[in-house]
């Protein structure tokens, strides 16, 4: 369930290994990327720095087991920084997004279920990325 705060995106994946799976893949490649939020999912779609290869990748809100955008925004993010967050999910854990209402600060939020463990937030700084 959504939290009752207010934030202008907020989403959560059942499965933060699939989130690990995508950004591990593509890491190397992309090293800063704007995650395009809009009511429909999210969307990334960067080049390499020697802009040889384009990475595309869509994430539609019904494959989110909660989505909320109440307005698109891009969320500017290092994928490396990004992956360094994912990796401290476990495989069974669930992760929740979110974006503050200014937008400069993205939080992660891992659960688990077959546990009774605390959840664990992790905050990241947005940046601006042209692309």
Do not use: W
Not at 52 to 60: D, F, I, M, Q, Y
Not at 104 to 126: A, M, N, Q, V, Y
């Amino acid at each position: 369930m959504l939290s009752p705060r207010r934030a202008q995106f907020e989403a959560k994946l059942k499965s933060a290994a699939l989130l690990k799976k995508i950004l591990e893949s593509i890491k190397d490649l992309v090293t800063d990327g704007n995650f395009d939020c809009s009511p429909a999912g999210i969307a990334l779609q960067a080049m390499d720095s020697s802009h040889v290869s384009l990475v595309a990748l869509l994430l539609r809100k019904d494959g989110f087991q909660d989505f909320r955008c109440d307005r698109t925004i891009p969320l500017g993010i290092s994928l490396a920084s990004m992956y360094k967050i994912l990796k401290c999910a476990g495989n069974n854990d669930s992760v929740t997004i979110k974006a503050d209402e200014k937008g400069d600060t993205i939080t992660f939020i891992f659960e688990s279920e077959s546990t009774r463990d605390r959840p664990r937030c992790l905050l990241i700084h947005h940046r601006d990325v042209c692309n």
